[in-house]
């Protein structure tokens, strides 16, 4: 059974700055690509930003220039650096990772349960 569970989200006021990790946990043979995606009320789940095994990464638009995604292989956890944010980035933030739970097999996609973050003076 693997797990991914995000920690770091709450309030903030506009222009501050939050950092939330999300750490892998059961049965990991090797993680490859990992991610974070948020949602917002009443809309679809979009892409904030992903992190590949050697480290490259790729950004959602709206996101460029304030936050950073790194990763620390060793402890199987992902980090997103938040900064500068808007109110507009208030939604429920979901981590992911492409895992592979034992030698030859798939990797699979799995999901944390998201946690909030909500910008608001």
């Known amino acids: 059974q693997v797990q991914l569970v995000e920690s770091g989200g709450g309030l903030v006021q506009p222009g501050g700055s939050l950092r939330l990790s999300c750490k892998a946990s059961?049965?990991?043979?090797?993680?490859?690509?990992m991610g974070w995606y948020c949602q917002a009320s009443g809309k679809e789940r979009e892409l904030v930003a992903t992190i590949t095994s050697y480290g490259s990464t790729n950004y959602g638009d709206s996101v460029k220039g304030r936050f950073t995604i790194s990763r620390d292989a060793a402890i199987n956890t992902v980090y997103l650096e938040m900064n500068s944010l808007k109110p507009e980035d208030t939604a429920v933030y979901y981590c992911?990772?492409?895992?592979?739970?034992?030698?030859?097999?798939?990797?699979?996609?799995?999901w944390g349960r998201g946690i909030e973050v909500t910008v608001s003076s």
């Open positions: 059961g049965s990991i043979f090797s993680i490859g690509d």
């Open positions: 992911n990772g492409l895992i592979k739970v034992r030698w030859g097999t798939t990797r699979g996609t799995y």
